[in-house]
């Protein structure tokens, strides 16, 4: 399971490191999509979204075992970037906003 350190900023001057891996990446995507509400998250109707199956809990529903589960996060991210990108598989490496939550975890690797 792949962990990176993101800082998170609260308010202008507090600033906060936490672990973050891909379930938790998805999570605070969709919480950021949806202005932080967890109500709007639960409503969400973006059925087309690839992150939109993980979107409660970060987990593939279909997925049996944890390496499937992360298997289906790495492609779900991935999915998603490329959905950012207007399809554009290229300039996914090069996407500058690293605010976004899944930017550590947009390759494959």
Not at 26 to 48: E, F, P, T, Y
Not at 87 to 107: A, K, T, V, Y
């Amino acid at each position: 399971m792949s962990i990176r350190i993101r800082e998170i900023r609260i308010g202008k001057e507090e600033l906060r490191k936490m672990y973050v891996n891909r379930r938790v990446a998805v999570k605070m995507r969709c919480k950021d999509c949806c202005a932080g509400s967890n109500l709007a998250i639960q409503a969400c109707d973006a059925a087309k979204c690839p992150l939109f199956l993980m979107r409660m809990t970060g987990i593939w529903p279909r997925a049996n075992t944890e390496s499937s589960r992360e298997n289906h996060r790495k492609h779900a991210i991935r999915d998603y970037c490329l959905h950012c990108m207007n399809g554009q598989r290229q300039f996914i490496h090069e996407c500058i906003d690293i605010q976004c939550s899944l930017w550590e975890f947009r390759s494959l690797k």
